[in-house]
């Protein structure tokens, strides 16, 4: 007989407090947070932390982890096993006017509770929009977790948190990573030397 939910599992809130405490762990404090909320989803925020001694400001969600992603194909959403995630992106400072970012990574956080998807390394996620005013960027590839923000245990039976980088892609390359994958996409872009925190960045060649 299933233990009931209550009986094991920390309320989202909870959750949400480790997830941002392994976020200023790793990352410092932020210097500037927005929360946003959707119409039957619950709120998402994205914190920002400069990297001053980098020239890098990094954008991290925080509410996306708070339930777990269920599998579009089952029948039933299990309210404590499932992956989890939270979303994060670097880019240059002072660059771009990159702070207006915010609403399409929330709207990306949400995307697991509005649209039922699993957000998984080698998805691409499209924002339908440019991610910052005069970005050439419409859509992100979810990158490898691990490196930046280690993955966050939670008591069993819930999967542990893991922080997702986001790197942007051009619509051409979103297309080229439709036919030919994620892997071959990364290859090009090691290839080319391509600097994918430079919002101001072009497409690397794909011919």
Request: glycine share 8%; no cysteine; proline share 11%.
């Amino acid at each position: 007989m299933p233990v009931p939910y209550a009986l094991y599992a920390p309320r989202m809130g909870e959750v949400l407090a480790l997830v941002e405490a392994r976020l200023r762990t790793a990352l410092g404090e932020p210097d500037a947070r927005a929360a946003v909320t959707f119409l039957g989803t619950d709120r998402v925020e994205v914190l920002r932390f400069p990297d001053a001694a980098l020239g890098l400001v990094r954008y991290a969600t925080l509410g996306m982890s708070a339930r777990p992603m269920t599998d579009p194909a089952a029948t039933l959403a299990d309210p404590v096993e499932g992956p989890r995630a939270e979303l994060l992106l670097t880019v240059r400072a002072g660059l771009a006017d990159t702070d207006k970012v915010l609403r399409p990574l929330a709207v990306l956080a949400a995307s697991p509770q509005v649209e039922g998807v699993v957000v998984a390394p080698g998805a691409s996620l499209d924002t339908g929009e440019p991610l910052w005013p005069g970005a050439p960027f419409t859509s992100v590839l979810v990158a490898e977790p691990g490196g930046l923000v280690e993955d966050l245990d939670l008591d069993a039976p819930m999967d542990p948190v893991r922080f997702l980088p986001l790197l942007p892609m051009t619509p051409n390359e979103a297309a080229w990573k439709r036919v030919h994958g994620a892997q071959a996409l990364r290859e090009r872009w090691l290839a080319a030397g391509t600097d994918l925190r430079d919002p101001l960045r072009g497409p690397v060649g794909l011919g």
